[in-house]
Structure formats: C-alpha cells, structure tokens
C-alpha cells in the first residue's frame, strides 16, 4: 500500500508562486497532480512518468508549473509560478505501480493512491 502525503498549499496573490510537495512511501512508476475548483470535475494538471522523467502538462498550466523530484524520486513537487485566481482549487497528488496512455496522454485521474490534497488560494 504506497501512501502520499502533501504539503506546501497557502494563499497568494495573483502572479505569485507556490510549491506543493508530495512524499511517496515507496517507489512509484507514474505519479500526477490534480486540482478541484468548487463546483468542478477534478482536473489532471501535470503527469510525470517517474523511471524516464518523461513529463505531460495540461494546456491551462503549461509554461507556469514543472514537476521537480528529488534523487530518490519518491518526492515530487510542483513549482507553480504566475499563480491566477483561476488556479484556487484543491490540489491533489496521485501514484501509482504502472502507467498507462490514459493516465499519462490523457491526464486521467486513473490512480489507485491518492493524498489528503492541499488547498490553493490565488486572490486577485
């Protein structure tokens, strides 16, 4: 059973950045981030194929996050720059032991580890 722990959501005003860090329990082979506005689908946001470091950013992130891991990668974090209020959602990182084209193309919530999810705040 690989638990995830997160940490690292706050408030921000827009065009500032935060960090969001994900602590695995073990090893992982696909992980991702996901965020839920009020009201709204959950929605993948980045996905990084761990053993390649072969990346997939959602076109409403790209260019403003980056998943960066540490030499052990069992931690991930997402540098979120040019933060917008429209980024105000619950984050959420997601693992799992394989990967599949949804999951990674797709950004598919598709895992079966999930953690406690951190909240973002982005005032205008």
């Known amino acids: 059973q690989l638990q995830l722990a997160e940490s690292g959501g706050g408030s921000v005003q827009a065009g500032g950045s935060l960090r969001l860090s994900c602590a695995a329990s073990g090893n992982t082979v696909c992980m991702g981030w996901f965020r839920q506005a009020p009201g709204k689908e959950r929605e993948g946001i980045a996905t990084?194929?761990?053993?390649?470091?072969?990346?997939v950013y959602a076109d409403s992130v790209k260019g403003r996050f980056a998943i960066f891991r540490d030499s052990s990668k069992i931690t991930f974090d997402l540098q979120m720059n040019s933060l917008k209020p429209e980024d105000t959602a619950m984050y959420y990182c997601?693992?799992?032991?394989?990967?599949?084209?949804?999951?990674?193309?797709?950004?598919?919530?598709?895992?079966?580890?999930w953690g406690q999810g951190t909240q973002v705040t982005v005032s205008s």
């Open positions: 997601a693992a799992d032991l394989r990967c599949t084209y949804q999951m990674v193309d797709g950004l598919r919530p598709d895992y079966r580890y």
């Open positions: 990084l194929v761990t053993e390649s470091g072969f990346e």
